[in-house]
């Protein structure tokens, strides 16, 4: 497989006050294995410009309501007691 390379990024790490000082993420199979500046890690990678974007490697959505049920009209009015007898489900 092919490392591929997004070039010309915004990087923010979710940590820092302000975006990285670096322009380029290399991904190889499902993994980003760097993050810096594109003359330093495109080497023999695929290269695409991104630019314009930015990129916020590691973060994960994780803002799920695991009980509500989607197929009723308003699901958000479930009660308390029908979000617990359907998670206990």
């Known amino acids: ?41 495109s080497a023999g990678a695929a290269t695409r410009s991104m630019h314009g974007a930015t990129a916020l490697p590691g973060l994960i959505d994780a803002h799920v309501h695991m009980v509500l049920d989607p197929d009723l009209r308003d699901p958000l009015a479930q009660t308390a007691a029908d979000r617990a007898t359907r998670a206990a489900a």
């Open 1 to 41: 497989m092919t490392a591929q390379v997004y070039t010309h990024l915004r990087i923010w790490d979710g940590v820092a006050d302000a975006y990285l000082d670096a322009d380029a993420i290399r991904i190889d199979g499902d993994r980003v294995v760097a993050v810096g500046a594109a003359s330093e890690i």
